[in-house]
């Protein structure tokens, strides 16, 4: 069992930047990837970032290639989302999930999923 808390949402302008946390506890959080998908109002799940269980495969959506950084430190159980020139349309419920070993785009092949955490991005 892994469980995951989001934290590091807020309020900011547009341009702006933000760093997400999912923090872990549990099971050996090392063996697994980890992703990020976000939610807006009325809108369905979307996968935003994903990195391997070593660190050595990440994977972006379109939308956020060159302005997201996801990384981890496994020695401190926790994965980041770095958020550089957040756009009102990056508005949105963040969560962070976890699977074995490999990263994935849908979210439905992620066993652990947090709270969420809110960004909310203001033009």
């Known amino acids: 069992q892994v469980q995951l808390v989001e934290s590091g949402g807020g309020l900011v302008q547009a341009g702006g930047s933000l760093r997400l946390s999912c923090a872990a506890s549990?099971?050996?959080?090392?063996?697994?990837?980890t992703g990020w998908f976000r939610q807006a109002p009325g809108k369905e799940r979307k996968f935003v970032a994903s990195?391997?269980?070593?660190?050595?495969?990440?994977n972006y959506a379109d939308a956020v290639k060159g302005r997201f950084t996801i990384s981890r430190d496994n020695a401190k159980n926790t994965v980041y989302l770095q958020m550089n020139s957040l756009q009102p349309e990056d508005t949105a419920v963040y969560s962070c999930?976890?699977?074995?070993?490999?990263?994935?785009?849908?979210?439905?092949?992620?066993?652990?999923w947090g709270q969420g955490t809110q960004v909310t991005v203001s033009s």
């Open positions: 999930a976890a699977r074995a070993l490999i990263g994935s785009m849908n979210g439905d092949d992620y066993a652990y």
């Open positions: 549990g099971r050996t959080f090392g063996s697994y990837a």
């Open positions: 990195i391997n269980w070593n660190g050595a495969g990440t």
